[in-house]
């Protein structure tokens, strides 16, 4: 599974012009005040970090004492890498510790909302077949350190977008993600009713009953929008 960030920067300035008349001798003038209007939109910077704390990895869902988290070979490091399950079995359910990290800064104090949808179906690569995210990928909050979650902790479904998607395909690279453009934002995954903020992401990854052998993935895009 891979994870990136669709991250939303800009401002816009606008000011209310103000003219002067020049009035001929004699006649009679008046003063007053004039308003100029200075707006701003909000300035956003959003950093999302995949297997941001030691310990980061799968777990298979058991009874009793849990196994040590492990991970798949695309999870390269702490920082760095995308979230990787690994070796999966049709019909089990595993946990991803320390799956994701979201800091978000702003100059807008009224907060802002995160949004996070996937940008396709859960898709193996292998014989393109596809499988619903809603039923396959979930998310729950997790900690920086000591995460106390296991795999029968439960989570909420990622959806899959309900707005136009634009390089998502599985050959783009982590350099080149998908981006999503919406009509109207769906629920949002987190709101802040601060300007700074930091969550914290555990995935679940529910493998269907049915699924094929082969290689699986499904792209999940982040958007951070001033409230």
């Keep these: ?45 959003f950093t999302l970090t995949p297997n941001y704390a030691t310990g980061y990895g799968s777990v298979l869902a058991t009874f009793g004492t849990q196994p040590t988290p492990t991970h798949g070979p695309g999870a390269t490091a702490v920082g760095s890498g995308t979230v990787d399950f690994g070796t999966t079995l049709a019909g089990d359910t595993y946990l991803y ?18 949004y996070g ?19 396959s990928v979930f998310y729950l909050t997790s900690s920086a350190s000591g995460d106390a979650n296991t795999g029968y ?15 998502g395909a599985p050959a783009d690279s982590i350099s080149n993600p998908p981006t999503i453009t919406y009509s109207a934002y769906p629920a949002p995954i987190a709101v802040s009713s601060s300007a700074n903020n930091t969550y914290y992401y555990d995935y679940q990854f529910k493998v269907p009953g049915n699924a094929t052998n082969g290689n699986y993935y499904v792209w999940i895009v982040y958007t951070v929008v001033g409230a």
């Design 1 to 45: 599974m891979k994870r990136y960030l669709l991250g939303v920067l800009g401002a816009i300035f606008a000011a209310v012009a103000m003219a002067a008349v020049l009035s001929p001798a004699g006649a009679v003038t008046e003063s007053g005040s004039v308003t100029v209007h200075w707006d701003q939109l909000p300035i956003i910077n």
């Design 97 to 114: 510790k320390y799956a994701a990290e979201l800091v978000v800064t702003t100059n807008d104090s009224n907060g802002f909302y995160v």
């Design 153 to 167: 902790t439960p989570g909420l479904p990622f959806m899959q977008t309900g707005g136009s998607v634009s390089q």
């Design 117 to 135: 949808e996937a940008a396709a179906a859960l898709t193996n690569n292998t014989d393109n077949s596809v499988y619903s995210v809603a039923n």
